[in-house]
């Protein structure tokens, strides 16, 4: 069983940064994990994943080149550094993990199989 809590989220100015963290319990080393936000009204939507053991990364349109996914593995925790924040990145922002078989391409959105509470992040113009 995997357990995920995130923390890290804030209000901040657009063009300030925050960094989330998502504390894992149990063995998710073989697991894809990844970053999805929701805004109100809207549908959640991925924003990053990654592969441990390949170090592969993915990220949504909208954040590549401002976020970075990472990970300690020594501390079974998963990051996502958000620079240059603009108002549309405010949502609760999850954390999530599913097999590693779907870190690929076009299926790294789809994990599913464990998520955090939610951290939400507001940001202002």
């Known amino acids: 069983q995997v357990q995920l809590v995130e923390s890290g989220g804030g209000s901040v100015q657009a063009g300030q940064s925050l960094r989330l963290s998502c504390a894992a319990s149990?063995?998710?080393?073989?697991?894809?994990m990844g970053w999805f936000r929701q805004a109100p009204g809207k549908e959640r939507e991925g924003v990053a994943a990654m592969y441990p053991l390949g170090n592969w990364t993915y990220y949504s349109d909208s954040v590549k080149g401002r976020f970075t996914i990472s990970r300690d593995s020594i501390k079974n925790t998963l990051y996502l550094q958000m620079n240059s924040l603009k108002p549309e990145d405010t949502a609760m922002y999850y954390c999530?993990?599913?097999?590693?078989?779907?870190?690929?391409?076009?299926?790294?959105?789809?994990?599913?199989?464990?998520w955090g509470q939610g951290t939400q992040v507001t940001v202002s113009s």
């Open positions: 999530a993990a599913d097999t590693g078989a779907l870190c690929y391409p076009g299926s790294w959105t789809r994990l599913d199989r464990y």
């Open positions: 149990g063995y998710t080393f073989t697991y894809c």
